[in-house]
């Protein structure tokens, strides 16, 4: 089967908006917004899970959960005894699912926790979920989906789906049997994925469960620095770079003609994104440590990361949502009709993703900031913002570059 995660409307070079006006006005955002808080900033002003107003309605999960398990086992049964060709269980999974996830989480919040069906598995725990593991199963499981996303050599084949969802079935269905649903929330990729994005929502939980309206920065500030966090955080931001980057020329001959071939390098590629980020930004939070005087920064500046992730998908995954999203509801549903492949015009997807990145990278560094005079000493604090500030140049720099270059 084809591979049907072609990226955007267009080539990207054919945007109707030129590489140096996008530069220009992403490093005027991000000067401004550096220097006016450096000027106007001085004190900590989110509250984390201590914000926002209590809401008093109550959705009911548990309906929710099974009408999710059965769309799930209707997609599986698709992915299984589906036709070949125009089969609607790859669109349904990369598509609605993997893509449709970011606008949802945006809007309402962490929506996967409720309505993740292994939640529907009694919550009796064997033990208590190690403190040291963290997030580090869910950075795991969201570098194997990116990986058979990206780099599997047929992503879209129900056989390569169907084997996934089979092992990370088995490994949630283990997880929560041993350590209840602690697991799914630290050990569900997606669960977690959606979580992070939904930070940024008004629409949010605190840590007791409890359903609030707040300032989404509040909701990013709540964020608990844990193992695992950075390296979640780096694949979705790593990945999506190389997303890009794959389809440049140059990688496209290597993948094809290098000795390696094309799963070898391609997988090769994902970790050398995923790794670089993670360098880079242990590279500038060890230097503003050392401006700052404070040690082990890493894990408390990672929220500051999930905006620009977000930014990211949102730029990247805009126009596949809008066309191929309604192609997926077409051959889920059985209709005839046909799908308008240029229903979104490139000036608009190009104003969506340039503003999608430079958005993103603000709000980075409006909650790196809030961060920074909360954590380190007030004559410090601006100072110890300078390699944050580059860390967020390079970001920028490279997710224009792969926007407009690939």
């Not at 992915?79 to 893509?99: C, D, K, S, T």
């Not at 503003?355 to 954590?375: K, N, Y």
Request: with cysteine; hydrophobic share 55%.
């Amino acid at each position: 089967m084809t591979y049907l995660l072609a990226h955007g409307v267009g080539g990207r070079s054919d945007l109707p908006i030129p590489l140096f006006y996008a530069y220009a006005g992403a490093f005027a955002a991000l000067v401004a917004s550096f220097l006016a808080l450096g000027l106007l900033w001085a004190d900590s002003r989110f509250r984390g899970d201590r914000a926002g107003t209590v809401i008093a309605l109550r959705l009911p999960a548990r309906p929710a959960r099974v009408l999710t398990l059965l769309v799930a086992g209707y997609t599986l049964g698709l992915l299984a005894v589906g036709p070949e060709e125009g089969n609607a269980g790859p669109y349904l999974v990369y598509v609605l699912f993997w893509v449709g996830l970011v606008p949802a989480s945006l809007l309402f919040g962490p929506v996967w926790r409720g309505l993740n069906p292994f939640r529907l598995l009694p919550d009796r725990p064997r033990r208590p979920l190690p403190a040291w593991l963290g997030y580090r199963p869910a950075a795991a499981g969201l570098l194997a989906f990116t990986w058979m996303e990206l780099v599997a050599p047929e992503p879209a084949a129900p056989a390569t789906l169907l084997l996934f969802f089979a092992l990370y079935g088995a490994a949630q269905l283990a997880g929560t049997t041993v350590y209840g649903h602690a697991w799914l929330e630290r050990g569900d990729p997606f669960e977690v994925y959606s979580t992070l994005i939904g930070q940024l929502s008004p629409v949010g939980r605190r840590a007791d469960g409890t359903r609030v309206l707040r300032n989404p920065f509040d909701g990013l500030d709540a964020v608990v620095p844990a193992p695992g966090l950075v390296a979640t955080v780096c694949v979705l931001l790593g990945s999506t770079g190389y997303d890009g980057f794959s389809s440049a020329p140059a990688w496209v001959d290597a993948l094809q003609s290098g000795p390696l071939g094309r799963t070898g390098l391609g997988t090769i590629g994902l970790l050398a994104a995923v790794t670089g980020v993670a360098l880079l930004y242990a590279a500038c939070l060890g230097a503003a440590g050392l401006i700052g005087g404070t040690r082990g920064l890493a894990p408390r500046f990672a929220h500051s990361l999930v905006p620009i992730a977000v930014g990211y998908l949102v730029a990247h995954y805009f126009s596949l949502l809008v066309v191929e999203g309604r192609h997926a509801v077409v051959l889920a549903l059985g209709l005839d009709a046909r799908v308008d492949q240029n229903a979104v015009s490139p000036a608009t997807v190009a104003v969506v993703q340039v503003a999608a990145i430079v958005i993103g990278h603000v709000v980075g560094v409006v909650a790196a900031h809030d961060r920074s005079v909360r954590l380190l000493p007030p004559a410090r604090a601006v100072a110890g913002q300078l390699p944050l500030f580059v860390l967020m140049i390079c970001y920028t720099v490279g997710g224009l570059t792969l926007l407009f270059a690939a």
